[in-house]
Structures are given as C-alpha cells and as structure tokens.
C-alpha cells in the first residue's frame, strides 16, 4: 500500500477528486451514498463484500472482518436493500478497534449511536434498525461490487467526506491523483485572485475554471 498516495488524497476533497474523475472520463461518484455525520472523513484501499438474498437454509451474514487490514475500507454490497442492514454496533466496535478506516454500504446500517460516540466512518443510504441475518447472505469476498452505480474492486482508493464518497480505480490512481491536485491548486488561486479585487469571471477565466473538469480533446 502506497501511503504517501493515500495522504496526497486524503488531503483533497470529493468534489475535487470527482472533477479529475470527469477529466479522465471515468466514473468514480457513488451517487446516493451520504455520510452518517457532516464532519466524517475517510480514506483507504477497498476490501469489498457481496451480499444476495438468502438462501433456505440461509447462509452467513459473514465473519470477514477478520481478514480486514487496518486503514482499509469495508465496502458491502447490499444490492440497494434499505428493508435489511448488513452494518451494525458489533462491526462498528471491531472495526474501530482495529483501525479500519471506515464502512461504505450500499444499502443501511443500524446501531448509529456506536459509530457516531466513536467517530467510526459509516457511508450508506441511510439507517434501518431490522438485521439481515435470514434475509441475506454473503455471495463473495473480495471481488467486483456495484456501489452507488459505480464498481469498485478490492484495492480501488475511497475517498470520503461531507459530500460523500469517491471511487478512485487502481489503474488510473496516480493520473486522477496528479489531476485533482492541479484541480484544486487552480480553485484556490481563483478564490485567492478573486478575494484581491478580480471579478470571478476574471479569475475563473484567468486560471481555466470551465475547463477544469473537461477531458482533453
């Protein structure tokens, strides 16, 4: 694991990571996956769960916590299900313990006042209190999962804040990474050009605002 790669992007925002994404032409913005508070932060390589209906007779909910690596990001994929959590206080209490650097389901958690007492970073559709032990069971361990429309595998970098989260592939991390930082030096002279007497339109157009984000041609 790289962890100056995961410092660079830890000290970036979101919104700043999903413009590289979209200068490079890939997807990475798990739509509809909101922190469980405005003040969370979290940052670390993928370790991802599939989750199914389960099966008669029903089949785990999963003991992988064991196999997660501190400063990795527990990654569930719950096919959406808001009727069932996969995330609750005993994983929240484990995982903080460890050093994991957070959880993004896709789907609800449970448990919330665990994870908000400690600060654990939790990402998801939201809250439900109902188990999912007998209403869904663990297909696969460490393979491709579609979160918030985006498909993330194990290893791929997650990024998130107040405004969500990020999927950041491994194949293009150091391009995305090289992108977002230009991005945000850029937005900050804008800001800084513009506090000194510029119109925005001056310093947007001085420093490349509306194209920023645009793939090259």
């Not at 930082?181 to 119109?199: D, F, K, Q, W, Y």
């Amino acid at each position: 694991m790289n962890d100056t790669l995961l410092e660079r992007f830890g000290a970036l925002g979101t919104a700043t990571v999903s413009d590289a994404l979209d200068k490079h032409g890939r997807p990475g913005s798990l739509l509809g996956i909101a922190p469980l508070a405005d003040d969370q932060h979290m940052v670390g390589r993928a370790f991802t769960v599939r989750y199914v209906s389960a099966q008669v007779p029903a089949g785990t909910v999963g003991d992988f916590i064991d196999q997660v690596e501190p400063g990795q990001v527990v990654v569930l994929d719950n096919d959406g299900r808001v009727d069932c959590t996969v995330w609750g206080d005993i994983l929240t209490a484990v995982a903080h313990h460890r050093g994991i650097a957070g959880t993004v389901i896709e789907g609800v958690c449970r448990d919330t006042h665990r994870a908000l007492s400690v600060g654990y970073p939790i990402f998801s559709r939201g809250r439900f209190m109902r188990t999912g032990k007998d209403r869904v069971e663990v297909a696969e361990e460490q393979g491709p999962v579609t979160i918030g429309g985006v498909t993330v595998r194990p290893g791929d970098i997650l990024l998130g804040d107040s405004d969500g989260v990020v999927a950041i592939p491994q194949d293009l991390e150091n391009e995305i990474l090289e992108t977002a930082e230009m991005i945000h030096a850029r937005e900050e002279s804008i800001v800084e050009a513009a506090l000194n007497g510029a119109t925005i339109a001056e310093a947007r157009a001085q420093f490349g605002y509306h194209d920023l984000q645009r793939a090259d041609a």
